[in-house]
């Protein structure tokens, strides 16, 4: 197996007409790690994992998953060809706040789509493959059922079972939870930690604080398109060095106990 990084980004820009959404974005996420993005609405983070996809294409720098790398000159405004994209995206498997099941299809038909229509998979084995997956998201039960029969959570672990389908290097979680009601979140949360348990790569979006705290291993904070803080949990989120991220977690229940009652100076942390 390589020892490079599974995912490199370096200089990485994207703006929307005027709206400089990302700033000279560098990241590296190790094979395995677990890096959850978190910052205020509008920081840049979705976009981020949309720009990780290929779903949007920014505007400068590069993009390295696995084998795959792309460079962005401010030019390119489509891929080379429709098989540069299907590779590219093959790498990574992205999760939505909004399930964008088929209604038409039962959850086990959901899971089955891509590998039979993408990969040509064989029928009989996609359909062994999305029932072992159902039963990984502990939704063996449901395969039958269609998504309006389903509660988001439920929705939601389909949802994962079928990025899960395409065997990707790299899952992309765009705060997965943040659609759910309450008392379904942590079924999707349970999900997320298996996966990583099972050394999955995941880039999270997340405003869930304490799971990124218990779950993560590099924690980033954006704001304003850029990367404000990095760092492992314990410093991020425990001990900010930065005002900004020290006041954006502030924001969350003290009950919780994200950050610490006295914060490090800046000055000190450096």
Request: charge should be positive; glycine fraction near 8%.
């Amino acid at each position: 197996m390589s020892s490079r990084p599974i995912i490199e980004i370096t200089g990485l820009k994207k703006s929307f007409g005027t709206n400089t959404v990302l700033k000279d974005i560098n990241l590296t996420v190790e094979r395995g790690q677990v890096v959850a993005l978190i910052g205020p609405s509008g920081s840049g983070k979705s976009t981020l994992l949309r720009c990780i996809n290929l779903l949007s294409i920014p505007n400068g720098g590069r993009i390295s998953v696995g084998d795959q790398s792309i460079e962005f000159n401010g030019k390119l405004t489509k891929l080379p060809s429709e098989k540069s994209l299907a590779n590219f995206r093959a790498t990574t498997g992205m999760v939505f706040q909004h399930f964008n099941l088929f209604p038409h299809m039962t959850a086990l038909q959901n899971v089955m789509e891509g590998p039979v229509t993408v990969l040509k998979m064989p029928k009989a084995q996609a359909d062994a493959q999305a029932r072992e997956l159902l039963s990984k998201v502990g939704l063996a039960e449901r395969a039958d059922y269609y998504p309006d029969k389903l509660s988001g959570g439920q929705k939601q672990r389909v949802a994962i079972a079928r990025a899960l389908a395409m065997k990707p290097a790299v899952m992309l979680f765009d705060e997965a939870t943040s659609a759910l009601d309450p008392e379904l979140v942590g079924e999707v949360l349970n999900v997320i930690k298996g996966l990583a348990r099972d050394g999955m790569t995941m880039i999270l979006v997340t405003h869930e604080i304490a799971f990124a705290r218990e779950v993560a291993d590099q924690v980033i904070f954006m704001r304003d398109g850029v990367v404000a803080e990095c760092g492992p949990p314990s410093v991020v989120i425990n001990n900010p060095r930065q005002e900004s991220t020290r006041a954006f977690l502030g924001r969350f229940k003290a009950s919780e106990n994200v950050v610490p009652m006295h914060p490090v100076p800046e000055a000190s942390a450096a």
